[in-house]
């Protein structure tokens, strides 16, 4: 079960976080956001990595590589499992989940891959928004809904 999603921009500020579950509070809030910037560190280091295999490959592998935004699993604790995914402009998406749930240790790396694209389209559906600005947080009410959903219902 998804635990709590993040939306990084390209400089590394949180535009979205966001999580369900039964424990609330500012300890649980902290941790959540402390998984999310330590996957910064895996993301920056896997996109170095594909940058610098990019460059010593052909033009046709690189043109693939590029097109895959899906990082896959970026690290995991004994409690839980974080993805990544980075969009072309560099907007990082980070899903944690509960690798403790007994659904949480069963996901699929399909179904991450697909939640993440979804992600990925309400973002752009949010800051499509007119009077959203670019680089501030997002704070929409129907956003938070939506991502609340997808958690809910895909992961």
Request: hydrophobic share 35%; net charge neutral.
């Amino acid at each position: 079960m998804a635990v709590c999603v993040a939306i990084i921009g390209k400089d590394n500020s949180p535009l979205y976080i966001g999580g369900i579950g039964n424990e609330s509070g500012t300890d649980n809030e902290l941790s959540r956001q402390w998984l999310v910037h330590t996957a910064l560190d895996a993301l920056e280091e896997r996109l170095a990595t594909t940058n610098t295999s990019n460059t010593n490959t052909s033009a046709n592998a690189a043109r693939t590589d590029l097109r895959d935004l899906y990082l896959g699993l970026l690290y995991s604790t004994d409690t839980h499992k974080i993805y990544g995914y980075v969009t072309n402009t560099r907007i990082k998406l980070v899903l944690v989940t509960s690798s403790t749930s007994p659904s949480g240790s069963n996901i699929r790396d399909a179904e991450v891959r697909t939640a993440l694209r979804r992600l990925h389209a309400l973002y752009a559906d949010a800051i499509c928004n007119p009077f959203h600005l670019p680089g501030d947080q997002i704070v929409s009410r129907k956003f938070d809904k939506q991502v609340k959903s997808l958690m809910m219902n895909n992961v």
